[in-house]
């Protein structure tokens, strides 16, 4: 049974931000999750940049090196936990299959969408992939939360998740106290969900200006159901 700051102090890297719930790396997780010890993680939660050319600050979402980047985190988190889940974006869903088939693919359906679908109309859902199995029973495998507002993240971040959703997540996959790695942070829904809901958080964010953002959501003294 490992603990944050036995797993901080393995790691030995300065965290950008931590308290009793949550450590923040600025830092690119090919760097940092090798220094993890061996299934220290109970669960690898994370929204990974879906290669469509978004622009993330530096980063240039649009990358010809994009599944050496996706393997190498993967597998790297494979071996610090038994269960890892995140959202590949929906014109993913068949390279992962192809590349690394999931335990079960579930659903985010949001009918307040704007990006387009293939088929000329609105992209209305998008895939959630499960890779090992829970320690309980999931209740449910789709959840339908619409896109909106985040006051605490306004508009430094293009597409931050709801909290809402990860709320859910955090919930249905994880127990109080578990431990949450989230190798790609951004402004920090995983860790703001973590810690608002009884969880240790892990995060690594190569952007500074993302860590920031998460830094601030994670030290507020009143974590909003809403924020």
Not at 8 to 27: F, H, L
Not at 168 to 179: A, G, K, R, T, Y
Not at 204 to 210: A, F, P, Q, V
């Amino acid at each position: 049974m490992f603990d944050l700051n036995t797993i901080v102090d393995t790691i030995g890297i300065k965290p950008y931000y931590s308290d009793d719930a949550v450590m923040i790396c600025n830092a690119d997780c090919r760097e940092v999750l090798p220094l993890l010890p061996d299934k220290s993680i109970d669960l690898v939660l994370t929204d990974p940049p879906y290669n469509v050319g978004k622009k993330y600050g530096e980063y240039n979402d649009h990358n010809p090196e994009y599944w050496d980047l996706m393997g190498n985190w993967f597998f790297a988190a494979n071996q610090k936990t038994d269960l890892i889940i995140f959202t590949p974006g929906a014109m993913n869903l068949t390279s992962w299959i192809a590349f690394e088939k999931p335990f079960w693919v579930a659903c985010w359906y949001h009918s307040n969408a704007c990006s387009h679908s293939p088929l000329g109309g609105f992209l209305v859902w998008e895939p959630i992939l499960i890779y090992g199995k829970q320690r309980r029973k999931a209740t449910r495998d789709g959840w339908n939360i619409p896109i909106g507002y985040q006051s605490s993240v306004g508009n430094k971040h293009p597409v931050p998740k709801p909290t809402k959703l990860f709320d859910q997540l955090v919930l249905e996959f994880s127990d109080p106290d578990n431990i949450i790695l989230d190798p790609f942070l951004g402004s920090g829904t995983t860790a703001y969900c973590a810690k608002k809901l009884g969880r240790k958080c892990i995060g690594i964010e190569i952007e500074e200006k993302y860590c920031d953002i998460a830094a601030k959501r994670c030290s507020q003294t009143v974590m909003s159901l809403n924020c």
